[in-house]
C-alpha cells in the first residue's frame, strides 16, 4: 500500500480558480424533477458566517440514478444532469439550483452527499442533506444517529414566489455543529 | 450488513491534519468538535461526476499562455508534472487536476489579497488538465513567490501551488498543496506542519526533476499525488 497523500487547506484564494460562472447551477430547463434552489451558510464556532468556505455537492437524478458506471442503470440517468455542484460563499452563504433527487436504493428517502472546504480547515469535511418534508427515520444511516445531533442535516423545505426552496446550514462547530462523516 | 453497507474509512488519520492545530489560528473557530462518523458505502459515494476532454480547453494546462494579454507573463517558468495513483499504485486516469497559485511575485489576483506586490498583466494562475490513461498530468506555470499572511507575526507561506483532484467517484477526493525542495519558509509555517507526520509532509514537497526539465527553457518538477479513496477491489466486488 502506499500511503496517502496529506490534505492541505483550500485556503482564502480559491475562487478565481474553482468556483466558475454556473458551477452551482445543476440544471437546465429539461433537466427531469422538482426544481429547487438550495442554501444557506456556512457558519464558525462564533455563529458567525464564513464568506471564504468552498462547498460541493453531489447527487442522483430525479430517479435516483447516477450518470457513473458504477451505477447500474447508468445509462438511464438523466442526459441533463450531471449531479455535481460547486459554490463558494462570498456573498454570505452558498446556493445551488438543482433538483430534489429521488432516493437511492435501498434508502426510501432523498439525500445529498456535501463537503466543505474553507480557509482554517487543514482537511475537508464531509456531511449530508436529508429533506424535511421525508420520513428520514426511514433511512437507516439517519435514524442511526445521534438524535439530539441529526437534524442538523435536514434542509427545511420553504415554498416562496420563486419556488421551492430549501433552507439548510453547515456548522463547523458550536452547540449545534453538523453532523460530519469519516469518509 | 451487506458489503455495501459495512463503514468503509478511507481517510488515514496518521497522515491527515487534524482540524484543530491551533498554532494555524484560522482552525480554532472553524474546527468541528465532534467525532467523525463512521460512513457506510453507498452508492452515493461510490459515483462521483465523470469529466471528459470536451471539460478542458487547449491551453488550461499552460498557465504561462492562458492568460496572456500582450506577452508572457514574469518569473521563472516550470513545469509541473506526476503522476495520480491510488493506495495499492495503481495510476488513477481521468482525475480532474485543478491548481491556483501566487504569481512569481507572491501575489495572488484575488480581490482580498491585499500583499502589497504586483499583479502580472500576463498572468492569471489558474490551471486544470485531466490525468491520462497512466493517471499521469502536466503544467506549465511560473514558480510562485512566497507571501506575508497575519497568522502571526512575520508569517510568510513559502512558495506553493494549490492542487485539488476530483477522482473516480465521491470518496476520491482531495485539495492539498505542493511545496519546493529546499524552501527555509517550510518549518515555520503552520499549515505545512499541521501534518502530524513527517514523512507524510515530505510527500508533498516536489522534486526537482533534470528528466522534465527542458533545455533553454524549463526547470521540471515531479509531484506524484496518492490519492485515498474506495479501492478497486471494492468496484470489483459489486458486480
Known sequence: MRPQSPSQTVGPFFAFALVREGGNVLVNEKTQGEHILLRGQVLDGDAQPVDDALVEIWQADAQGRFRHPADPNYALADPHFRGFGRSGTASGGFWFRTIKPGPVPPSPVPCIAVRVFARGMLIHAVSRIYFSDHDNLQDPLFASLDPERRGTLVAERQLTPAGVVYHWDIRLQGPRETVFFDL | ?239
Open chain 2, 1 to 239: 450488513m451487506s458489503h455495501h453497507e459495512s463503514p468503509s474509512r478511507v481517510l488515514d488519520w496518521s497522515v491527515q491534519p487534524p482540524y484543530l492545530y491551533s498554532p494555524y489560528v484560522a482552525t480554532v473557530r472553524r474546527a468541528p468538535h465532534h467525532p467523525l462518523v463512521p460512513l457506510p458505502a453507498s452508492l452515493l459515494e461510490r459515483t462521483g461526476p465523470v469529466y471528459g476532454e470536451g471539460d478542458i480547453g487547449p491551453l488550461d494546462h499552460d498557465l504561462t499562455k492562458n492568460a496572456a494579454k500582450n506577452g508572457e507573463p514574469l518569473g521563472e517558468r516550470i513545469i509541473v508534472t506526476g503522476r495520480v495513483l491510488d493506495e495499492s499504485g495503481r495510476g488513477v486516469p481521468g482525475v480532474l487536476v485543478e491548481i491556483w497559485q501566487a504569481n512569481a511575485a507572491g501575489r495572488y489576483i484575488h480581490k482580498n489579497d491585499q500583499h502589497d506586490a504586483p499583479l502580472d498583466p500576463n498572468f492569471v494562475g489558474a490551471g486544470r488538465t485531466l490525468t491520462d490513461d497512466q493517471g499521469y498530468y502536466r503544467f506549465i506555470t511560473i514558480k510562485p513567490g512566497a507571501y506575508p499572511w497575519r497568522n502571526h507575526h512575520n508569517a510568510w507561506r513559502p512558495a506553493h501551488i494549490h492542487f485539488s483532484l476530483i477522482g473516480r467517484n465521491f470518496s476520491e477526493r482531495l485539495v492539498t498543496q505542493m511545496y519546493f525542495p529546499g524552501d527555509p519558509l517550510l518549518k515555520y509555517d503552520p499549515i505545512y506542519q499541521g501534518i502530524p507526520n513527517i514523512k507524510a509532509r515530505e510527500r508533498l514537497i516536489s522534486s526537482f526533476d533534470l528528466e522534465t526539465t527542458r533545455p533553454e527553457w524549463a526547470l521540471g518538477y515531479r509531484f506524484d499525488i496518492v490519492l485515498a479513496g474506495y479501492d478497486r477491489t471494492y468496484f470489483e466486488e459489486d458486480h
